[in-house]
C-alpha cells in the first residue's frame, strides 16, 4: 500500500463512540462502523496517542481495552475530567463532550476503509 491509497480523515469518519463518566474517570468506547477498520483503529488509536490527544485536559493514565468480539475499543481516561463534572467550573466538561473529541482526532486512512464505513453509513 502507498501513501497515495491513504487519505486524511475525522477519526469519525471510521467509527462512533459512547461514553460514561464518574468522579474524574471517563470512559470513551470507540466503535468502528464497519468491523474491517478494526486492525487499522488498533494499530493507529493506542492509549498514547489518546493521552497525547487529551494532553490539553491533562489527562492522566490512559489505559485502551481491546474488545475484538464486539469488535470496539474501550479507553479509559484517569484525571480528564478536571475534578468530576460536579466538581469543575467548566462547562461541558463530562464524558460526552470528550468522545467528539476523539472523534475529531485526524487520521491518514487507507481509502479503502474510509469508502467501506461510509457505505456502512448510508445505510
Keep these: 500500500m502507498t501513501s497515495d491509497d491513504r487519505i486524511e480523515v475525522s477519526l469519525h469518519e471510521l467509527a462512533h463512540a ?3 463518566d464518574k468522579g474524574d474517570r471517563a470512559n ?3 466503535v468502528p462502523y464497519d468491523p474491517a477498520a478494526w486492525d487499522f483503529l488498533r494499530a493507529e488509536i493506542t492509549a498514547e496517542r489518546v493521552k ?4 490539553h485536559r491533562n489527562a492522566g493514565k490512559v489505559v485502551r481495552y481491546e474488545l475484538p468480539k464486539l469488535p470496539a475499543f474501550n479507553f479509559v481516561l484517569d484525571d480528564v475530567l478536571q475534578g468530576g463534572v ?8 463530562h464524558g460526552k463532550s470528550l468522545s467528539f473529541h476523539l472523534l475529531a482526532m485526524p487520521v491518514r486512512a487507507p481509502r479503502a476503509l474510509v469508502d467501506a464505513a461510509r457505505q456502512v453509513r448510508r445505510r
Excluded: E, V
Aim: no cysteine.
Design 86 to 93: 460536579n466538581g469543575s467550573l467548566n462547562l461541558d466538561g
Design 28 to 30: 470513551i468506547s470507540l
Design 18 to 20: 459512547r461514553t460514561g
Design 52 to 55: 497525547a490527544w487529551f494532553a
